[in-house]
């Protein structure tokens, strides 16, 4: 029996390569490119949503290719009698195949586990099923296609290092039976498992450092706030954020602050005063990018502090004062539902900030990329 290569495998084979070869160059860009205005966030954004949609289609395009294969028979090694040369082919062709799935795979996911911006342009994908959103989910995926990257880059330069010696070296047919028309046939072998296995074994070994890679490491950097002393402890709650970037919302929280509450149940009045470490920010994919000089700037500005009184308002409560953040003070009332029961509080509030009365986002003049108002939500237990 005989055997070349047929018009869709010629076909996969140099789609699969324009989409690898376009993705790499923007995914380098976008990493790199600046985004201290809106023309540059907007720009790196292009550039990241460029490159997400064309890596969902790389996956699919190799996926196919890769079941194509399965039902072809490859035509026979030009040079069998080159033992070690015919192993390193092999194994660059197995390490190809699963980098073409893994590499994608795991920027997809990241994607999905992930808030920010820089959407894919395919009508799907931009969550996932059994993927949830998570930082440790979005580190761990991120590390591994950092690492997988790799793979796929040396086994690429490899792939084509391989094909130049075949044309210009050795001046036999192993490039141009992958080009249009035909070559001659020749006759299909059966191939050795050891360059599947060896590309195995090399992949566990990627795998397990990505996920070293993607283990969260301790934040030492941000001086954590010492405690105060309070009329009321708080044992347990939230301040957590939402801003709109894109057009799309993104969530977070501030993981380290401490609360002053003086309260009278009997009188419903009372002071709080809160202080937040923004360095301890956490904004999904856009955590760095918030903590910068020109959003938050947590180098500068290390906290924010809110000092108010309580009062009844209503058939709820008030805390009316004044936030201070980014060195700039604004008055601020934050209503708020409260509910006590042998001795423990229950507190939820929600209030909508300006980002531009805080020098936040400056060089965001209008809401093209970053929206004016930041959704506030507080929760609290507190003895």
């Given amino acids: 029996m005989t055997q070349s290569y047929s018009p869709v495998t010629k076909t996969l084979h140099w789609l699969t390569a324009l989409l690898i070869l376009s993705a790499f160059p923007l995914g ?50 030009l040079h069998p009698d080159r033992r070690l040369e015919t192993f390193a082919a092999h194994l660059v062709h197995w390490l190809l195949y699963i980098s073409m799935l893994l590499v994608p795979l795991t920027g997809w996911i990241n994607h999905a586990a992930s808030t920010g911006f820089a959407p894919i342009w395919w009508p799907f994908g931009q969550s996932l099923p059994l993927v949830p959103k998570s930082e440790t989910v979005s580190a761990l995926f991120s590390a591994g296609h950092w690492v997988f990257t790799k793979i796929l880059l040396a086994a690429v330069a490899l792939h084509i290092a391989g094909a130049l010696k075949h044309a210009f070296i050795d001046r ?63 044992t347990d709650g939230a301040l957590a954020l939402t801003v709109t970037q894109f057009g799309s919302e993104v969530s977070g929280n501030f993981t380290d602050w401490t609360a002053d509450i003086s309260f009278d149940p009997a009188t419903g009045t009372g002071t709080t005063d809160v202080t937040v470490n923004i360095a301890s920010l956490s904004l999904g994919s856009v955590s760095a990018q918030a903590l910068g000089p020109d959003f938050f700037d947590a180098q500068t500005h290390h906290t924010a502090h809110f000092k108010a009184t309580i009062a009844p308002q209503g058939d709820h409560f008030a805390a009316t004062g004044t936030l201070t953040l980014k060195g700039k003070e604004h008055p601020l009332t934050l209503p708020f539902t409260l509910d006590i029961t042998d001795g423990t509080a229950l507190m939820a509030g929600q209030v909508t900030l300006n980002r531009l009365d805080f020098g936040i986002g400056e060089t965001l003049p209008d809401e093209t990329t970053l929206k004016y108002p930041v959704a506030i939500n507080i929760s609290l237990t507190a003895s």
């Fill in 28 to 77: 380098l860009l976008a990493n790199n490119a600046p985004f201290a205005t809106s023309d540059e966030i907007a720009s790196k954004a292009l550039l990241f949503s460029l490159h997400k949609t064309i890596g969902v289609a790389a996956f699919f395009t190799a996926l196919t290719r890769i079941l194509w294969a399965l039902t072809q028979t490859p035509p026979a090694d």
């Fill in 172 to 234: 036999d047919e192993t490039l141009r039976r992958m080009l249009p028309g035909k070559t001659p046939a020749t006759a299909a072998t059966n191939r050795s498992r050891a360059p599947m296995l060896a590309a195995t074994a090399l992949y566990s070994a990627a795998i397990a450092l990505g996920v070293w890679l993607g283990q969260p490491t301790a934040q030492t950097d941000a001086k954590q706030l010492a405690s105060v002393n309070s009329d009321w402890t708080v």
